[in-house]
């Protein structure tokens, strides 16, 4: 280990919350992303630092996202001033080394994946006063379409639907949402989220360099404010928030001919000289091709998201995309539109069935979007089967490339691999268009990476445009279908493919085949495929050897998500130990695995430490629920559902009862169990949502957040008495 100088705590924290005190109460202080783009390829180090304001030790967790492409190959955390890199182990093994080290007085840290692109960090019996810093390293390709490249970092996760009835006992998070029948685990993807108009509470800085590889950038832009310091390198400006997407977005320069598509081939020994590599195979179709021939018809189902949560610029935008789609429809198409909230609704003259795309037809979808305002929960999972089921049922000539499902959604749903079933292994291609500053980007790039459609991202309205011309050329216009590879001069190993299913290849869009192979490096790689107008393609390109580690780790990536693609449609224990497997022969985080690091010197002496949750901000642009006029975002999950579905989950409590219960606590002995407090805290919580003028909220919410960290309660249950005496009467 290497011992780091100790980072000097500041003396004065920001508010978290809604608590106050001279130091702040909560720990995640700084946050500084380092990305550097080489390629198509992007690796990026994240480091967390999280700080103490405490005069007890605390165990502090922290909710976050991260690229769900990218894979986590490194944890080094610095703990009490030493630096200790972390272990890749199976997932409960990791856990329970975690949790011995702490109950020895240990300081540890642990890395988990709960959901592609939802993490969890927890730094444990961090001293009063004392820093510690988490450093992520991971690596992921760039997406790249029609001569531009997108780079997003995802800063916040966004509150989502959570349906079913809740478990009984004590949940498997430290989230704020009750685990559920249907989302067993809705406690580890749901942090507490602050109040409205608190300061910044996370020191925020994010720098990306970029490496073309000798073509000129053209036309850099950032979602967030940023500035070009130096030729290829772009910084964030200070002040910006932890609450939307960062997208940075640049042009390269295309040198691909417009007759035919262009193709890459790199291998990566394990070794020097060794026998055994990983491969990654790139063809990139000229962005002006148009398929080889004429279109064929479509049959296309438009799945509109008008829920809750698409309030604002959102719905505008959904109902701006779906129109778009129903308009570009033509003679012979059949397509059929759905709008879903917890009901779902079709157009009067239409129905839930396929009908042809004629002109009346057309209009009157149209018309039933343009009527479409967002409200309700997310019941996401039955309009999708629905829809997928009318295109598998319906009549004619329609090959399977040629059935499109589009869902134009934020995707803030927690019953993620529910929605995934409803699609897989039906023979029809899902387009995702994910419209959202804080979108669900895993589990939308999971839908269409698993039925061969594409995935678009609209932080904005003046990003849609350009989104939907990509959707429609690769929906209507794949320039080859069927890509297969074969290896010269070595064995390919049977089951790595990635993907595993033939891909089919857009205009303008790099479409990648990596796997593994044994035997001796490649030589070369012979690909195969058709044209949609049924014409045979062929290609042998020369495979040129590199000693890139991210080779690896990418097609690693793809390959641990397919096969927990497979496993979300279909559990099995066998499937489970194949998925460690892979993640620990290669080095890269699943949902069967995790980093812990531990510190074995000087136990802290402390072997109950403080649990914390750090809140996250309210997502940029969200319509929030409101009470009185006032914005509330109090607990996420409650904050996605229609009220009548938090109502049945949970019943209206009495404050009366639970200020007299958080009394008897302040007179007893001992403090009441952390399961205790956060089932009141709670209850507070749907108080404060339910409460009927901005200040009785707000001293509700600021009660719940107290009662969660035991601090400040009997100062925050007077206010609750002194401001609102009609709870008495």
């Not at 216009?477 to 993907?499: E, H, I, N, S, W």
Request: aromatic content about 4%; glycine content about 10%; charged content about 20%.
């Amino acid at each position: 280990m290497t011992v780091v100088p100790p980072i000097t705590l500041p003396t004065e924290l920001p508010p978290f919350g809604g608590l106050s005190s001279a130091r702040g109460l909560l720990p995640l202080t700084a946050m500084d992303v380092r990305a550097e783009i080489v390629g198509l390829l992007a690796t990026t180090r994240v480091r967390q630092t999280f700080a103490n304001p405490f005069d007890e030790h605390v165990a502090a967790t922290y909710i976050f996202p991260l690229p769900d492409r990218a894979g986590v190959t490194s944890l080094v955390a610095v703990l009490g001033g030493r630096r200790v890199e972390g272990i890749l182990k199976e997932r409960q093994a990791a856990r329970d080394e975690y949790d011995a080290a702490i109950a020895a007085g240990q300081r540890a840290a642990l890395l988990e994946e709960d959901r592609p692109g939802v993490f969890s960090a927890k730094v444990g019996n961090l001293g009063p006063r004392e820093t510690a810093e988490v450093e992520i390293v991971l690596t992921g390709p760039v997406p790249f379409d029609g001569g531009e490249a997108a780079f997003r970092f995802p800063l916040v996760v966004a509150p989502r639907y959570v349906p079913g009835q809740p478990l009984e006992g004590v949940s498997v998070g430290d989230g704020t949402a009750v685990d559920t029948d249907l989302v067993p685990d809705a406690s580890r993807i749901s942090p507490p989220v602050l109040l409205p108009g608190q300061p910044n509470p996370v020191a925020l800085s994010l720098e990306v360099t970029i490496d073309p590889l000798g073509r000129p950038l053209t036309n850099l832009r950032s979602t967030l404010h940023a500035a070009l310091v130096a030729p290829g390198r772009v910084a964030l400006r200070p002040g910006e928030r932890l609450d939307r997407d960062f997208v940075l977005r640049f042009g390269v320069a295309d040198n691909v001919a417009d007759a035919e598509p262009a193709t890459t081939a790199v291998v990566a020994a394990d070794e020097p000289g060794g026998e055994g590599g990983t491969f990654a195979v790139t063809v990139v179709p000229p962005s002006g091709g148009d398929g080889g021939g004429a279109r064929r018809p479509l049959h296309v189902a438009v799945v509109l998201d008008r829920s809750g949560s698409m309030g604002g610029w959102k719905m505008v935008a959904a109902r701006r995309a779906a129109a778009r789609i129903v308009d570009s429809l033509g003679a012979g198409d059949h397509f059929l539109v759905i709008g879903f909230d917890d009901q779902i609704e079709h157009p009067a003259r239409l129905g839930g069935a396929l009908a042809p795309a004629t002109d009346q037809n057309r209009f009157a979808a149209v018309e039933f979007l343009a009527g479409l305002e967002a409200r309700g929960g997310t019941e996401m999972h039955q309009p999708v089967a629905q829809a997928a089921a009318a295109l598998a049922a319906a009549p004619g000539d329609v090959g399977v490339g040629d059935t499109v499902l589009v869902l134009v959604t934020d995707g803030q749903v927690a019953q993620e691999d529910l929605v995934l079933r409803s699609v897989g292994g039906g023979g029809v291609r899902v387009f995702t268009v994910g419209i959202d500053q804080a979108v669900n980007a895993g589990m939308l790039n999971r839908l269409a990476d698993m039925t061969g459609g594409r995935c678009e991202l609209v932080e904005s309205e003046d990003a849609l445009d350009e989104a939907m011309t990509r959707i429609h050329r690769a929906a209507s216009t794949p320039v080859l279908q069927d890509v297969a590879v074969t290896v010269d001069g070595a064995a390919l190993v049977a089951g790595t493919l990635a993907p595993a299913r033939r891909p089919d290849c857009y205009a303008g869009a790099p479409c990648v085949i990596s796997g593994r192979y044994r035997g001796g490096r490649p030589s070369a790689f012979t690909l195969t495929g058709r044209r949609p107008a049924g014409s045979a393609w062929s290609h042998t390109v020369t495979a040129v050897a590199v000693e890139n580690r991210a080779v690896r780790t990418v097609w690693a990536r793809a390959h641990v998500r397919a096969l927990e693609d497979r496993y979300a449609a279909a559990p099995r224990s066998e499937l489970a130990g194949e998925i460690t497997a892979a993640s620990l022969a290669h080095g890269v985080l699943s949902r069967f695995t995790a980093f812990v690091a531990v510190d074995p010197s000087d136990p802290t002496g402390s072997t109950s430490p403080r649990p914390v949750v750090q809140p996250v901000e309210p997502p940029r642009g969200w319509a929030m629920a409101t009470a009185g006029g006032a914005p509330q975002l109090l607990a996420a999950p409650m904050a996605a559902m229609p009220m009548n579905m938090a109502r049945r989950i949970r019943p209206k409590p009495d404050v009366k009862a639970l200020l007299e219960r958080i009394s008897e606590w302040l007179r007893a002995a001992d403090p009441p169990t952390p399961e205790d407090r956060e089932e009141v805290a709670r209850d507070l919580d749907q108080l404060a949502a339910d409460a009927d003028d901005p200040t009785t909220s707000a001293a509700l919410g600021e009660l719940a957040a107290a009662v969660r960290a035991w601090v400040d309660v009997e100062e925050k249950v007077k206010a609750v008495k002194g401001g609102r005496r009609r709870f008495w009467r």
